[in-house]
């Protein structure tokens, strides 16, 4: 299979092969690892029971993927990335926004997904053969995982659909056995070992468990779902059905692996770390398959985020191709994971990592659905790429490229939910008016959906790119022309 050639330029209609079963592979089978897993571990660790667990990773979810679903419907009709189709709201230059945006919540979740699985991997292979725990084994296992992650993120979409496909059948198995395998040890009640109520009381432990594990696994997407959707073509494929197709493939993609871990977490009585207890717990006859799913699920999984960071990190340096923004994305990526296996905890590392990404990426989401809302979901698609040309002018250039009231309606959304976030070694001063309720994903989201609604009341027809029909036209809001 050859090597994708593409960047985040428009994909011609002839290429867009892709339907609405794909996307729900690609989104159920690249899920199904450790890295996603994990974040099922988080409530019993946070000191809630399994009911609670439960409802907190079920409700957060499912108000996540309600909120994130439409996203995908934007790519679907600009055949480009999301961070380049929020051109349309941001200007041609400011959705860079996006792409910075996404090139976080891509490093960390890859960054993630390698240490996790190569920790499993670790603690797998020294039961099975004796092999040390030490720096040395650990840096080959992570390199291994890193390389495999390149080869497949290189090729690009169509291997890693592939790769999707395979993993959605194999991975369902293995969880599964999983199921069976830990199942006898498996308790309800609430894991001593995590000492009470993170936060000291029910509902603020339970709504930071929704968040952390159950709303941001959603969230984690905002800017990946147009990598998938701009393969689908219009033409052929509703917007209904690719909306239900997301749904769909979030909806099992997220609650089944990370139901898995919560359920594990509690089997192996992981409170204070999830990789260690849950190989150690598990019974001989499983250590293979729970290898298997270590490495495979992990590779799939990072290679769609590492795909991801090398589509935005082409996006902000038009000059690079996609191939080699990749290689170098996964160097970062890479040494990321080494820093996370070293200097942090995974406890403290994945809940400041989610929160605050949570908190910098739902307003810029909130002003790409509104500019969505606004123009119908049609859009100039040859005005989007002014930018990657090293060109000028077009509907979305505003002033020099930048739409100015929707980078600072994002930066004002940005700046309260990191003033309103609470993580384990910062608590912003914003604590103090919601009780200290970490509810900062919702007031980011406000004020900054309300600050880019009220900033840009109006809207004003775009005319038809080169080489597009009328039907491929935006509305931009008012301030959008030509230079």
């Known amino acids: 299979m050859p090597i994708e050639q593409r960047g985040v330029d ?4 002839e290429e867009r092969t892709s339907g609405p079963r794909d996307l729900v592979s690609i989104l159920l089978g690249s899920n199904l690892c450790l890295g996603v897993i994990v974040f099922g571990w988080l409530p019993p660790s ?3 029971d399994w009911w609670s667990s439960l409802s907190a990773v079920v409700a957060g979810t499912v108000v996540g993927v ?3 679903a439409p996203l995908a419907l934007v790519s679907l009709r600009t055949g480009t990335n999301l961070s380049t189709s929020s051109g349309a709201q941001f200007g041609v230059r400011g959705r860079l926004v996006g792409s910075v945006v996404g090139l976080l919540l891509a490093l960390g979740y890859t960054a993630l997904t390698v240490w996790i699985g190569g920790d499993v991997m670790v603690g797998v292979l020294s039961r099975l053969a004796g092999l040390p725990q030490d720096g040395l084994s650990y840096g ?19 291997v ?6 395979a993993l959605a059948f194999g991975m369902t198995a293995l969880l599964a056995l999983g199921v069976i395998a830990y199942a006898p040890d498996f308790t309800t009640d609430a894991l001593p070992e995590a000492g009470g109520y993170l936060l000291g009381g029910f509902w603020p432990t339970w709504l930071l468990a929704a968040v952390a594990a159950g709303l941001s696994g959603p969230i ?7 990598d998938y959707t701009r393969y689908i073509s219009p033409a052929r494929h509703s917007s209904r059905r690719v909306l239900h197709a997301t749904w769909l493939g979030l909806m099992l993609g997220l609650l089944v692996p990370q139901l898995f871990g919560t359920f594990t977490a509690y089997a192996a009585r992981a409170a204070l770390d999830y990789a260690g207890p849950l190989v150690d717990a598990a019974p001989g006859w499983y250590l293979v398959p729970l290898l298997l799913a270590a490495s495979a699920g992990s590779v799939g999984n990072a290679g769609l985020m590492l795909y991801s960071m090398g589509l935005d990190l082409d996006a902000i340096l038009p000059r690079a191709s996609r191939a080699r923004a990749t290689y170098v994305v996964a160097v970062v990526a890479t040494a990321a994971v080494f820093a996370g296996h070293w200097f942090s905890t995974a406890q ?3 809940t400041s990592f989610v929160l605050l990404l949570t908190a910098i990426g739902t307003p810029w989401a909130v002003i790409t659905l509104i500019g969505f809302a606004r123009c119908g979901g049609v859009y100039d698609a040859d005005a989007l790429q002014v930018f990657n040309r090293r060109a000028r002018g077009g509907v979305y250039w505003y002033r020099a490229g930048w739409n100015i009231p929707a980078t600072l309606s994002w930066a004002a959304g940005a700046t309260v939910g990191v003033l309103a976030v609470s993580l384990p070694s910062y608590e912003g001063p ?20 309300a600050a880019y609604a009220l900033s840009t009341p109006g809207a004003v027809a775009a005319e038809p790119g080169v080489g597009e029909a009328p039907s491929t036209s935006c509305p931009t809001a008012s301030g959008g022309g030509r230079a």
């Open 10 to 13: 428009t994909i011609p209609q």
């Open 46 to 48: 946070f000191g809630l």
């Open 66 to 68: 309600v909120f994130t």
């Open 140 to 158: 080959i296992v992570y390199g291994v995982l890193a390389a495999a992650t390149v080869a497949g993120a290189v090729y690009g979409y169509r």
């Open 160 to 165: 890693l659909l592939a790769m999707s496909r």
């Open 220 to 226: 984690a997407f905002i800017t990946l779902l147009g």
């Open 348 to 350: 403290d590392a994945m």
């Open 430 to 449: 914003l604590l103090a008016l919601t009780g200290g309720v970490d509810i900062s994903f919702l007031l980011s989201g406000l004020v900054g959906g």
